[in-house]
């Protein structure tokens, strides 16, 4: 494998199931990201970690859950979501001692909560 | 309140021509801007950077303009070719590992 992988592809929940997304990143970085991209809008910046550290929470609701075990694995942990958290969720990875550097995008997690 | 705006949600150019997306940004903190391009089921990729201490970045087909007095940012495609065909989407950052996107341009090249 190599760059950016997400599982599952695509993902249909309902809104009292517990659920978590993975990623994982082939590309020696130490810093990751998730990201919501909702229908007409801009991706938006949930979470980042930074040498496994949680340095950036969107003011993201609690029934999503970040967890970093180490630098090439991140996991969003979903429960009791609602319809309007469907959406496409994108992980990426960069190296994040270079100060501002490219982000390497996964292919996302499509999302659907009925 | 959207701090990087792209105007044209979508553009369409003939094949060989150049494409121009166009981006704009209201936070003067930032200091390092992106363009990535994504295809149907596939995740952003990376296409060309700049910094706010230039004004130009070329890459082969791909050219990046910043205009810091204007708050405006363009990426120029030339010639177009068909599988330039993507949405494009301007980023823009004021550090600390962070990205503000723009909601997006659909770029169609006709043949």
């Known amino acids: 494998e190599t760059g950016v992988t997400q599982t599952p592809r695509h993902l249909v929940m309902g809104m009292t199931n517990k659920k978590s997304l993975k990623c994982e990143q082939h590309?020696?970085?130490?810093?990751m990201y998730w990201y919501k991209q909702s229908a007409k809008k801009p991706l938006e910046l949930m979470f980042v970690?930074?040498?496994?550290?949680?340095?950036e929470n969107n003011s993201v609701p609690s029934r999503f859950s970040p967890e970093c075990p180490n630098s090439s694995h991140l996991f969003l942990h979903l429960h009791t979501l609602q319809p309007e958290d469907s959406a496409l969720y994108l992980c990426?990875?960069?190296?994040?001692?270079?100060?501002?550097?490219?982000?390497?995008f996964g292919p996302g997690t499509r999302l659907t909560v009925t | 309140d959207q701090q990087v705006k792209q105007n044209s949600p979508s553009l369409s150019v003939q094949e060989g021509r150049i494409s121009i997306l166009n981006c704009d940004y209201t936070?003067?903190?930032?200091?390092?801007f992106l363009w990535y391009k994504k295809y149907p089921a596939e995740g952003p990729t990376f296409l060309i950077s700049?910094?706010?201490?230039?004004d130009k970045n070329e890459d082969g087909r791909f050219t990046v303009f910043l205009n810091k007095s204007a708050k405006h940012l363009s990426l120029h495609i030339v010639p177009s070719q068909p599988g330039d065909s993507a949405v494009y989407f301007c980023a823009a950052s004021p550090g600390a590992q962070k990205l503000v996107f723009g909601q997006g341009t659909r770029l169609t090249i006709n043949p």
């Open positions: 970690y930074s040498l496994e550290e949680r340095v």
């Open positions: 990426a990875s960069s190296q994040g001692d270079r100060g501002v550097s490219e982000q390497y």
């Open positions: 590309l020696g970085h130490n810093a």
């Open positions: 936070n003067s903190m930032f200091d390092y």
């Open positions: 700049i910094s706010s201490i230039k």
